[in-house]
């Protein structure tokens, strides 16, 4: 099975009032980044606070639809509200079995609900996240992509779809080789000087 990406935004995003930021500008970056790689999803960071509201509404009003006429599904953070109000294609929260399945009734069988776990976790810990997670009906797992004995072992044993979260770019090929189904590049990537050439030297790598 091929391996897919995934990008996010910055925490940062949403931490500029209204407007979230400079959001026209990250915008910008991301649709010009989305074609050059396989692309599956993206998600939109944020605390959850509600101090975020208007914020994480600008921002699903200026890159939801776009996303997804590009073929790429928009994912909100921990925020299931907003995703059943405003038409995205799903939530990603933590990976808990009660939260998941929460979730899991509040937004449908139809959409995504992606289970995070912390990188806290001893690893221990995060298998028994995943587990329970996978068990609540999560449409896949997110293990931290330092995790490579994890996601190997996940992606080896189990169904459900495992991603390498917040991952440096340089490592694609390695998570790869995981058998990771998708690789979630990290927000440092918006920082690189030409975000776009670097999600296609990702790609470049995982072909």
């Known amino acids: ?3 897919r990406l995934i990008l996010s935004s910055s925490p940062s995003l949403l931490l500029g009032g209204a407007g979230g930021g400079d959001l026209a500008g990250f915008g910008k970056m991301l649709l ?19 101090a975020e509201d208007a914020a994480a509404r600008a921002a699903v009003a200026a890159l939801c639809r776009p996303l997804q ?14 995703a059943v109000e405003l038409g995205c294609d799903g939530v990603q ?14 937004l449908g069988a139809d959409a995504i609900v992606g289970a ?5 976790e001893t690893e221990e810990g995060l298998r ?5 997670a996978g068990e609540a009906e999560a449409d896949y797992v997110a293990f931290p992509a ?9 992606a080896e044993l189990m169904e459900v779809p495992c991603v390498a979260w917040d991952a440096d770019p340089g ?20 920082e690189a000087a030409d975000p776009a050439a670097a999600v296609a030297r990702v790609q470049a790598a995982l072909a």
């Open 171 to 190: 490592d694609a090929e390695a998570l790869a080789e995981t058998g990771a189904e998708f690789i979630a590049l990290a927000p440092a990537l918006w």
């Open 128 to 132: 028994h996240a995943a587990m329970e």
């Open 146 to 154: 330092g995790e490579r004995d994890t996601l190997a072992w996940w």
């Open 116 to 120: 995070l776990c912390g990188e806290a």
């Open 69 to 82: 006429d590009a073929g790429v599904a928009f994912v909100v953070e921990g925020r299931a509200d907003l």
């Open 1 to 3: 099975m091929r391996c």
């Open 93 to 106: 929260v933590p990976a808990n079995r009660t939260t998941v399945r929460a979730v899991r009734r509040a």
């Open 32 to 50: 010009k980044a989305v074609p050059k790689g396989d692309v599956a999803a993206f998600v939109l960071r944020g605390s959850g606070s509600s």
